[in-house]
């Protein structure tokens, strides 16, 4: 069965903390992964693809670990307008983009002041 | 800047009637998908196209079907409208191929649809 699992949290974090979250998924082949940040009543929006090497955007940093299927985002120094669903999204398929992505049902993520 | 647009931020409609939702997108993409957002459920793919005139099912198709009859302009339709397609509807394009840069998918703004 074809899966992209997420911990749908809420996750509470103080502003200023650092904060991490996994999605797990189930296709070994995949080489397609991305991280939406979707707000309340909003579209999802892309807020980084994740490549094998690691990436790093600002005070975010997106992980992939093939050998335990598995990608992570990092954020540093939460700010409370990071406060929003983060969407994990995996090419299920051995490629080609025809087949779209699988999407997580995502991680809910509060900054407190 | 992708700009994906949707034909309606919010929609009411009757039990029994036809619904039809229009997605357009002005990238020249290949792809485009239809999906749904329920709370709990997260995003569920209901049909995608990677061609004119082409459409696949995707997870949840029944109940729905859709059109392609120009590149830019995707139309999910609702034959006979239920209660519980009560939901966000979510449009969403990429380029297609095989490189992540055409994979990733650009939303519209969505469509809140009330069937009564």
């Known amino acids: 069965r074809k899966e992209v699992e997420q911990d749908p949290g809420p996750f509470n974090v103080p502003e200023g903390a650092t904060v991490a979250f996994n999605c797990t998924y189930s296709n070994s082949a995949s080489q397609s992964f991305f991280w939406y940040r979707q707000d309340c009543r909003k579209e999802p929006k892309l807020l980084m693809s994740?490549?094998?090497s690691g990436n790093e955007d600002g005070r975010f940093t997106a992980q992939l670990n093939r050998a335990s299927q598995y990608i992570s985002l990092l954020i540093r120094d939460s700010k409370l307008s990071d406060s929003a669903t983060y969407l994990c999204a995996v090419n299920l398929g051995s490629g080609g983009g025809a087949d779209g992505l699988t999407f997580g049902k995502g991680t809910h993520l509060i900054i407190q002041p | 800047d992708v700009k994906v647009t949707q034909s309606s931020r919010y929609l009411v409609k009757r039990t029994g009637e036809k619904v039809f939702l229009e997605c357009v997108q002005d990238m020249d993409h290949e792809n485009m998908f239809w999906y749904r957002q329920d709370p709990g459920l997260g995003l569920r793919l209901i049909y995608f196209?990677?061609?004119?005139?082409m459409k696949e099912k995707g997870d949840i198709p029944e109940g729905y079907s859709v059109s392609r009859e120009k590149k830019e302009r995707f139309s999910l339709i609702l034959e006979s409208a239920s209660t519980n397609q009560t939901s966000m509807y979510l449009c969403a394009s990429s380029w297609g191929g095989g490189t992540m840069e055409f994979e990733t998918q650009y939303f519209g703004p969505g469509t809140r649809l009330l069937v009564l």
């Open positions: 994740v490549y094998s």
């Open positions: 196209s990677y061609d004119v005139k």
